[in-house]
């Protein structure tokens, strides 16, 4: 019992073969010999059956409701749920063509190094802080892709003919003017569309890109991005404030006695 604890509870452990696993992983990346990826891949699952094992012990010594109370172990267990599909053409190499789609779980493998994260120390205090951010930003964030679609649909309507490998659909509408709000290489887009535009048509294509850049790219990313850092703030500006009233209360009471102190001499 002992051993299955160091084995599945040890922080270290845990930490060494995710990091195992994360080097078995990037080397299946490179052109290697057959035989030194078949054994690189026999490891890979032989760590992912080590984490679906670490999983089952932790529910039974546990017990479900307060393994799966904790946020990390759900993390966990979706992680590994997803890389456990791949595992069939491990035990079955000559399994029916028709589960061929389960390959596609096989690039969940390298969600794992996620779990990496839970070992970072304060990480419970950033999570908290993304997901309280998160829940501040919600409405600016819709309001943003909401007029991100508008815009994109526009243009689609207005330069379909004019641009058709930017705006010659919806979804590559949508892109493009998400491109441009980024404001990285915003100008290759409407440059690319002024080669073959009539003059009046430049100065159309330079006053509605300049408009969006301004619209969406300065003000509306920057408000989102402000609203987001504020919200991740706020709870280390609560704590600070909270220690200056305590100091400040220290201080009066320090203050007083030393006045009864002085009047009783």
């Known amino acids: 019992m002992n051993i299955q604890k160091r084995l599945f509870f040890s922080e270290e452990a845990i930490m060494l073969v995710i990091l195992l696993n994360a080097i078995t992983i990037f080397l299946q990346g490179f052109h290697l010999e057959s035989n030194l990826l078949h ?5 890979d ?3 992912t059956l080590y984490f679906i094992a670490e ?4 529910v039974k010594l546990l017990g479900s409701r307060q393994y799966f109370r904790d946020g ?3 993390f966990d267990f979706l992680l590994i749920l997803l890389a456990t599909p791949s595992l069939l053409f491990w035990f079955s190499p000559n399994t029916n063509a028709g589960l061929d789609f389960l390959l596609i779980f096989r690039t969940a493998r390298a969600l794992k190094f996620i779990r990496f994260f839970r070992f970072i120390p304060g990480i419970q205090v ?3 802080g993304i997901k309280r951010a998160l829940k501040a930003s ?3 964030i819709m309001a943003f892709f909401i007029y991100n679609f508008i815009v994109a649909v526009l243009s689609c309507y207005m330069f379909a003919e004019l641009s058709p490998e930017h705006f010659g659909n919806p979804l590559s509408s949508l892109y493009s003017v998400f491109k441009v709000f980024t404001i990285e290489g915003w100008y290759e887009i409407p440059e690319s569309m002024m080669e073959a535009a009539t003059p009046w048509q430049e100065v159309g294509i330079k006053s509605f890109f300049v408009i969006i850049l301004l619209t969406g790219g300065i003000f509306g990313l920057s408000l989102v991005n402000s609203i987001f850092v504020d919200a991740m703030v706020m709870d280390n500006n609560d704590e600070l404030e909270k220690k200056v009233d305590a100091l400040n209360l220290k201080v009066d009471q320090l203050l007083e006695q030393l006045k009864k102190e002085e009047e009783l001499v």
Do not use: F, G
């Open 39 to 43: 054994r690189l891949s026999d490891l």
């Open 45 to 47: 699952n032989i760590l």
């Open 55 to 58: 999983a089952v012990y932790k």
């Open 72 to 74: 990390w172990n759900r």
């Open 126 to 128: 950033l999570t908290s």
């Open 138 to 140: 919600v409405l600016v």
